[in-house]
Every structure is written in C-alpha cells, then in structure tokens.
C-alpha cells in the first residue's frame, strides 16, 4: 500500500537498499533532485521529502 509513494528516507527505514538494490538504484539514478532535509539524491523529486533539482 503506497510502496510507490514512499520516499527515500522511508525505503532506506525499510532496508530496501539491503533488501532489493536493484529497485533502490532505479529509484536514486540517475539522481536529478537531492533531499535537502538528509541530503540523499533521487532520480524523482518525489523520491525523497524535501526536494531540490540538481542544475
Ligand atoms: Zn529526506
């Protein structure tokens, strides 16, 4: 339920990045925008909690 939705701060809670690398990579690269709240970067703004595009 919402699995989609989480953000990277919530799948690394879950240890998706342990769990499943290959859908933690697909969600983090290639990173466009990186969360200025606890700095990991994503691949989609609505990845991680408070986004900031990467120019
Ligand atoms: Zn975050």
Redesign the pocket.
Known sequence: MGEDKK???GHVEDELHVKDPQAYIKLIHPATHF?Q??G?GAAKAEN???PKEIK
Do not use: A, E
């Open positions: 953000t990277l701060c969360c709240n606890c990991r991680v909690c408070n």
